[in-house]
T-cell receptor
Framework: TQLLEQSPQFLSIQEGENLTVYCNSS?????LQWYRQEPGEGPVLLVT?????EVKKLKRLTFQFGDARKDSSLHITAAQPGDTGLYLC??????????FGPGTRLSVLP | DTGVSQDPRHKITKRGQNVTFRCDPI?????LYWYRQTLGQGPEFLTY????????KSRLLSDRFSAERPKGSFSTLEIQRTEQGDSAMYLC???????????FGQGTRLTVV
């Protein structure tokens, strides 16, 4: 069974602070996605990373895929209250099924 | 195309009743996935289709659950004899076969009372 772990599970920070969220697995994935989910809504795609070592930037968000394609990180610079939400990582297995981590719940206080 | 659409958004049902949810994927996407998400957890895989073929089913999908995608377009998920433990958000996603990106609908929140 492929498992994705995320850390931390909960994070509460002040506006303007930086943070990093981690997604780890013992399995290799062909690609990895990051989503943000708000209460009562479906996950919204933020980014897909495909190549080992790949780094993608989306405004204040920086995503990195590990060299071995088993782990990833999401770094947010100067967090804002609008960044509040549940951050989910999902790995696409070679069996073509998306496996999700449990999520990191981020709260950014004004 | 407005993305993945799910109906209804909310469903409250009494224990023992049957419920059916519908998912309309992005039109050119041939893969369709169903997930279940309980409060405070990440989505758990239930099943997925490529066109009309159901290619994988999770052990979470008990005999009371059935999913169909008869013409390779929309899909339905039926839960028979609902139990309180079935209360959750049911999420549908679609993607292109071989593609690495899944797009989700807004989900159907089921409450079994």
């Amino acid at each position: 069974t492929q498992l994705l772990e995320q850390s931390p599970q909960f994070l509460s920070i002040q506006e303007g602070e930086n943070l990093t969220v981690y997604c780890n697995s013992s399995s290799v994935f062909s690609s990895l996605q990051w989503y943000r989910q708000e209460p009562g809504e479906g996950p919204v795609l933020l980014v897909t990373v495909v190549t080992g070592g790949e780094v993608k930037k989306l405004k204040r968000l920086t995503f990195q895929f590990g060299d071995a394609r088993k782990d990833s990180s999401l770094h947010i610079t100067a967090a804002q209250p609008g960044d509040t939400g549940l951050y989910l990582c999902a790995g696409l297995s070679y069996g073509q099924n998306f496996v999700f981590g449990p999520g990191t719940r981020l709260s950014v206080l004004p | 195309d407005t993305g993945v659409s799910q109906d209804p958004r909310h469903k409250i049902t009494k224990r023992g009743q049957n419920v059916t949810f519908r998912c309309d994927p992005i039109s050119e996407h041939n893969r369709l996935y169903w997930y279940r998400q309980t409060l405070g957890q990440g989505p758990e895989f239930l099943t997925y289709f490529q066109n009309e073929a159901q290619l994988e089913k999770s052990r979470l999908l008990s005999d009371r659950f059935s999913a169909e995608r008869p013409k390779g377009s929309f899909s339905t998920l039926e839960i028979q004899r609902t139990e309180q433990g079935d209360s959750a958000m049911y999420l549908c996603a679609s993607s292109l076969a071989g593609g690495g990106v899944a797009f989700f609908g807004q989900g159907t929140r089921l409450t079994v009372v």
